[in-house]
């Protein structure tokens, strides 16, 4: 996660959007990123992951990721290529599963009134500001606090907590991006 | 002298051995108690892999149990399942309840007596706040939390605020635990309760056995909660007695303890409600709710289907019957609750009434199976969220409700009011009670058994 990230928003203004549209129970059968990304939002919105991009970002409203607490749903959202949430606030399993990630959810009221979906947008995670690049306006999010910052800089709690106690942590294999197929994937020529 | 403390900042304090903490701060926790079904813990015994261990932190703190999507639903559930198991025997972890002797977990663990007073507990899954019915501080999280807790018995948590309430007078007639926690959503909002305790006080709830309290807690998250707590009391400990010999430690708010907030609440004049779609917190009085026609009468999940759940159904469903083209549902909470609802006949009042009946499962609660509803199905249920595809297709709609509010609509095939369909006030002192969830071997004379004990 670099200071400075840019992609373009998906906003979804209203409040309570709950784990059931980010990723509903039908899929919870499995825990594989890569599957569960096919039905990030869809509920909600059933073109989502025809539309995102790598780097993209969800706006929402308040009380985003309320309900169950499978972590299922921030896979999903990340593994469909969002790098960052940005909420007017969230709900604590949704939040506390974002940053035992170190999956970036910040905090910022009142933003779905300055982003449009498809708006290009900047966080900068040093000054602590959400830009506008699309409408040439800033707003800044809460700041993060130092427990965060620190969990965040080590990339979630699993490393944090192999700091903590001397353990060695090996990252998870990276998860395939959503459009890149097993064919690509195989070297020429076999 | 330490600072006047809520229940839960007390219980924190004691468990990161400090002689206080406050609302705000990050403490690292030592967990009495995890808690483990087939959907989060698969991913978190990769995760535990990822920092090298390989064992957990004591298996004698764990109890495992498949709830979600059992029997196996699919291959991929199959899968879950049989990962558990393996798990489970790999780890030497012996309080594993499988399929026959499986239950909801948060009314598994409660009827098996693994959480007391004063522990701290935690399990991937939001409706563990339940656990606080016994003065226990018991939240959701997610696998990662789990994989962490399960590796090292600790996990980081902010200290919440409390919110505390109030409820005074007595439940009327025909309204019960459900309709008192669906009234309260209905005043805080899914998110009043956001990073907060909620602690209940007052006669209403000292008067409602262990099985009420455990609903009442069960929708802490539905507002928001970390978690829900009560002061563990005679109710507690005489429920308690019965099911363990393990020591433990009540303990109370202090007289000076601060609250973020103070509801108070008259039990007395409230009514049935029910929850239209599809937020928890669209509560109404049961006489504002417009009498729609339902397609499915769902009474199951950690909410509502423990035994008094479905004997309160099945004095209901007694010599009627569901009414035609209505699909009703009884998915007991356990196994133990299961056969005690063989044992004492209910099954035959659901079956003569056209019920269809389940093993214990968390099944279409969550939309896994059991019930799922097709697109524009009605469904009225005991369950505790009614969100867009909740229970199946996205406009499919759920209304929640208690287990007598559930049953009175399966009888009426619309949205019907429980109190039509009790002829007097029902007796609710001197019934008999029984203990749930204790082998047959174990069991005493029917005559000795005391619910709640």
Redesign the interface.
């Known amino acids: 996660m670099g200071s400075v990230m840019r992609g373009r928003a998906h906003v979804y203004s209203r409040?309570?959007i709950?784990t059931?549209?980010i990723i509903?129970?039908?899929y919870?059968?499995?825990?594989d990123h890569a599957e569960l990304a096919k039905h990030a939002m869809e509920?909600?919105d059933p073109e989502f992951v025809s539309r995102v991009q790598p780097g993209d970002f969800v706006v929402a409203g308040?009380?985003f990721g309320?309900?169950?607490?499978?972590?299922h749903a921030?896979w999903a959202l990340r593994s469909a290529g969002i790098q960052c949430v940005i909420a007017a606030?969230y709900?604590?399993?949704f939040f506390?599963?974002s940053l035992?990630?170190g999956f970036l959810a910040v905090e910022c009221p009142g933003i779905v009134d300055k982003i449009t979906s498809g708006d290009e947008i900047e966080v900068d995670l040093e000054k602590g500001t959400i830009r506008n690049v699309t409408r040439g306006t800033e707003e800044a999010f809460l700041p993060l606090?130092p427990?965060v910052k620190e969990m965040l800089a080590a990339g979630?709690?699993?490393?944090y907590?192999?700091r903590r106690?001397g353990?060695?942590?090996?990252?998870?294999p990276p998860v395939p991006r959503l459009d890149v197929k097993l064919s690509q994937l195989m070297p020429a020529g076999r | 002298m330490a600072r006047s403390m809520t229940i839960t900042e007390k219980i924190l304090a004691a468990h990161c051995g400090r002689d206080s903490v406050q609302p705000g701060e990050?403490v690292n926790v030592k967990l009495d108690l995890i808690v483990c079904h087939e959907?989060?813990t698969?991913?978190a015994i990769?995760?535990m892999?990822?920092?090298?261990?390989s064992k957990v932190f004591d298996p004698t703190k764990i109890v495992v149990t498949p709830d979600?999507?059992v029997p196996n639903?699919?291959i991929?559930?199959a899968e879950?399942t049989k990962e558990l198991h393996r798990w489970v025997k790999e780890q030497g972890i012996e309080r594993y309840h499988q399929l026959g002797d499986h239950g909801i977990c948060h009314a598994l663990v409660p009827e098996q007596g693994y959480i007391l007073p004063g522990m701290t507990a935690v399990c991937?899954?939001?409706h563990?706040t339940t656990l606080g019915a016994f003065g226990a501080f018991a939240s959701?999280?997610?696998?990662?939390?789990l994989?962490?807790a399960l590796?090292?018995g600790e996990l980081?948590f902010r200290v919440p605020e409390t919110l505390r309430f109030n409820v005074k007078g007595k439940l009327p007639h025909g309204v019960y635990a459900k309709d008192l926690i669906l009234y309260i959503i209905s005043k805080t909002g899914?998110?009043g309760a956001?990073?907060c305790t909620m602690e209940y006080h007052g006669s209403a709830i000292t008067a409602m056995s262990m099985e009420s309290r455990l609903t009442i807690c069960n929708m802490a998250?539905e507002a928001?909660g970390?978690s829900g707590i009560m002061e563990a009391d005679k109710v507690t400990a005489k429920y308690l007695k019965k099911r363990t010999t393990q020591p433990y430690t009540v303990f109370q708010s202090d007289a000076g303890a601060h609250y973020k907030d103070v509801y108070e609440i008259d039990a007395s004049v409230l009514e049935p409600m029910v929850a239209l779609p599809s937020?928890p917190s669209n509560g109404r009085f049961i006489g504002e709710v417009t009498k729609i026609a339902i397609d499915q009468a769902y009474i199951g999940s950690c909410t509502n289907a423990r035994i008094e759940d479905l004997r309160e159904a099945a004095r209901i469903m007694k010599n009627r019957h569901v009414a035609p083209g209505v699909k009703a549902i009884v998915v007991p909470a356990t196994s133990g609750v299961w056969r005690q609802a063989l044992r004492e006949g209910l099954f035959d009042i659901f079956a003569d009434a056209g019920c269809v009946i389940s093993t214990a499962t968390c099944g279409a609660c969550?939309?896994?199976h059991m019930g799922?509803l097709g697109k524009g199905e009605v469904c009225i249920s005991t369950t505790n969220?009614n969100?867009?595809?909740?229970m199946?297709h996205?406009e499919a709609q759920v209304y929640l409700a208690s287990p007598a509010t559930v049953a009175a609509s399966a009888i009426a095939g619309r949205i019907a009011d429980p109190r039509d369909y009790m002829e007097k006030p029902l007796p609710r002192r001197g019934e008999k009670e029984v203990l749930v969830g204790v082998a047959e071997g174990d069991r005493r004379p029917q005559e000795d058994y005391l619910w709640g004990v």
């Open positions: 409040a309570h709950n059931d549209e509903p129970a039908r919870l059968n499995t825990h509920d909600i308040e009380d309320c309900g169950s607490s499978r972590e921030v606030n709900a604590r399993i506390r599963n035992n990630n606090t427990f979630g709690l699993l490393p907590i192999a106690h353990l060695e942590y090996t990252p998870a | 990050i959907v989060t698969p991913p990769k995760m892999a990822q920092i090298g261990v979600h999507f639903k699919d991929q559930t879950l991937g899954d939001s563990t959701g999280i997610g696998s990662t939390d994989a962490a590796a090292t980081w899914v998110d956001r990073y998250v928001g970390k937020l969550l939309g896994g799922v969220r969100f867009v595809g909740r199946g996205p």
